[in-house]
């Protein structure tokens, strides 16, 4: 039999989990649109990747909604804001890592952002999804 204490950490790092594989599959969603605009409908590649972020970001948000936080029963204009609210926020240190370590410490710029998203999502992201967007 499990301690409440050892329960309640399994059921953090899965729910950990589940916001990852989101996050992932949001991912996914967004370079497969960016991609598929650019390359075969012909738009150029900021209105694709403006198509491919919105794309990732409600994918996101949908997934958090329903499958990782399950939080369905609060009213999705509210989350959808404060969604909004932390996404900006996320863009911000994004691109101040991005900064940081490509331009001020000279890190090859794929190896910044990789670093750079992983901390956001994992510092920023994740706590914020879970205590104040789908709370």
């Not at 012909?42 to 794309?55: K, P, R, Y």
Request: charge should be positive; proline fraction near 1%; aromatic fraction near 12%.
């Amino acid at each position: 039999m499990r301690s409440g204490k050892a329960a309640r950490r399994t059921s953090a790092i899965a729910l950990f989990g589940k916001h990852q594989l989101a996050s992932i599959v949001a991912t996914v969603v967004d370079y497969s649109v960016m991609i598929t605009m650019v390359s075969i409908v012909g738009l150029t590649a900021v209105e694709g990747t403006v198509l491919g972020a919105a794309s990732g970001a409600t994918a996101n948000f949908t997934m958090g909604r329903h499958f990782t936080f399950r939080a369905t029963q609060g009213r999705a204009r509210g989350q959808a804001f404060r969604y909004f609210l932390v996404s900006a926020a996320s863009l911000g240190l994004n691109a101040l890592g991005e900064h940081l370590l490509a331009v001020v410490l000279g890190l090859q710029y794929v190896i910044a952002r990789l670093i750079t998203g992983t901390l956001v999502s994992f510092i920023w992201n994740f706590p914020m999804h879970r205590y104040f967007v789908f709370r």
